[in-house]
């Protein structure tokens, strides 16, 4: 499974971006059989979960520090999933990270992951 995430840039506080991540794989390989998540992480610092979605789209999780703010979403039949992200404050600023497994035992967990994007920079100006 390959992940190719965009859709970072800079932006002032308080505005918007929305991350994309593109899914693709071998012959057989079918998005809809991947629960996705969203982490990211700063240079000195842990990963960071930050939103998880599962296979269908019915049932999405956040972290408590962008909940409210930050939806994610997937299409499915584009192989895709979104990070929209309102709101933006000069502490959401670092790399962004897509992941997908097909069953992970802890979504919270970047090691439940096996799949992993190369990652989107997010810079917010104060």
């Known amino acids: 499974v390959q992940l190719q995430a965009s859709g970072g840039g800079l932006v002032q506080a308080g505005d918007s971006l929305r991350l994309s991540c593109a899914a693709s794989?071998?012959?057989?390989?079918?998005?809809?059989?991947?629960?996705m998540g969203w982490f990211r992480q700063t240079q000195d610092k842990p990963r960071e979960f930050v939103a998880a979605?599962?296979?269908?789209?019915?049932?999405?999780y956040y972290a408590d520090s962008v909940k409210g703010r930050f939806t994610i979403s997937r299409d499915n039949a584009e192989n895709t999933v979104y990070l929209q992200m309102n709101s933006l404050s000069p502490e959401d600023a670092t790399v962004y990270y897509c992941?997908?497994?097909?069953?992970?035992?802890?979504?919270?967990?970047?090691?439940?992951?096996?799949?992993w994007g190369q990652g989107t920079l997010v810079t917010v100006s104060s």
């Open positions: 992941a997908a497994d097909t069953d992970p035992p802890n979504f919270s967990l970047g090691t439940s992951y096996d799949y």
């Open positions: 794989g071998r012959t057989f390989f079918v998005f809809s059989k991947y629960f």
């Open positions: 979605i599962d296979w269908s789209g019915s049932t999405t």
